[in-house]
């Protein structure tokens, strides 16, 4: 997801009186970009931009929500190059404090990573490949033997990924131009992002029953629109579920058919 319409901030962050105000509407923030398992991978050049402060300033609004207790983070990396791949926030919601003994450690599962320099001395990794988490003020750090490769769906035949191609393509194009330093001019590089967001668009039309026109259209309105041309930012998101229970795709559609 990119970013839900609302942001939380619970009364005991609303209250609480050793976080910064950035901190705060930072907590806020990262609670409406929850993915579907709770997890916020959101990048701090994200939150410079949406929050209108500095990289700096969002990197200090994280470490002091998770100096606090307030939210674990995860870095996943290359396994054998520690090259960076995602970063994990997750909210902690019970606000009963923070026990730091390592008798409360679990096993975080290892889900893939992009983009955090700060660092930790708990890197010991469970034996199936996931990593120990001991409280809330570490940093966690994952290893991988890198990114999971996406490959398009079988069904697809050469006519539609032409097609869907060329949305795709003609889409990143325009959000590079727009948002250079979160859509990279070589983007063209990443298969998984161009084949993701390929079959993305080739579920909506088949299991969302929605036409290739419509796809079409509704998705070059939207790169122009005010409002989704800077919420809208990779397609490959459009099927998941907002908070008024539809998928992205139908919410922009629905602004798309009630423009003037």
């Known amino acids: 997801?990119?970013?839900?319409?609302?942001?939380?901030?619970?009364?005991?962050?609303?209250?609480?009186?050793?976080l910064k105000a950035n901190s705060k509407l930072m907590y806020a923030e990262i609670m409406a970009c929850l993915e579907d398992d709770g997890i916020c991978i959101k990048r701090n050049?994200?939150?410079?931009?949406?929050?209108?402060?500095?990289?700096?300033?969002?990197?200090?609004?994280?470490?002091?929500?998770?100096?606090?207790?307030?939210?674990?983070?995860?870095?996943?990396?290359?396994?054998?190059?520690?090259k960076f791949i995602k970063r994990y926030i997750t909210p902690y919601q019970n606000f009963h404090g923070v026990n730091n003994s390592s008798d409360n450690a679990y096993c975080q599962n290892n889900h893939g990573v992009e983009d955090s320099h700060e660092e930790s001395n708990d890197d010991t990794p469970c034996?199936?490949?996931?990593?120990?988490?001991?409280?809330?003020?570490?940093?966690?750090?994952l290893y991988t033997n890198g990114k999971k490769s996406i490959d398009l769906l079988?069904?697809?035949?050469?006519?539609?990924?032409t097609y869907l191609g060329n949305i795709v393509h003609s889409f990143y194009n325009q959000k590079h131009q727009q948002l250079?330093?979160?859509?990279?001019k070589d983007w063209k590089k990443d298969d998984n992002l161009i084949n993701d967001s390929i079959n993305t668009l080739y579920m909506i039309i088949k299991l969302d029953d929605c036409s290739e026109k419509i796809v079409r259209d509704v998705i070059k309105w939207a790169t122009d629109d005010i409002f989704w041309s800077t919420n809208l930012i990779s397609l490959r998101g459009l099927r998941k579920k907002s908070?008024?229970?539809?998928?992205?795709?139908?919410?922009i559609y629905l602004k798309y058919k009630g423009r003037k």
């Open 1 to 18: 997801m990119i970013s839900s319409y609302y942001g939380i901030i619970p009364q005991p962050i609303r209250h609480h009186q050793g």
């Open 45 to 82: 050049i994200y939150f410079s931009k949406v929050l209108n402060i500095t990289k700096e300033t969002a990197s200090k609004s994280i470490t002091e929500l998770r100096k606090h207790g307030l939210i674990e983070v995860a870095i996943e990396y290359e396994n054998g190059t520690n």
């Open 127 to 141: 034996e199936n490949g996931q990593i120990l988490l001991y409280n809330n003020n570490k940093i966690n750090k």
């Open 154 to 161: 079988k069904e697809l035949n050469e006519k539609q990924i």
């Open 180 to 184: 250079p330093e979160i859509i990279k």
């Open 243 to 251: 908070n008024n229970g539809e998928t992205k795709f139908t919410n």
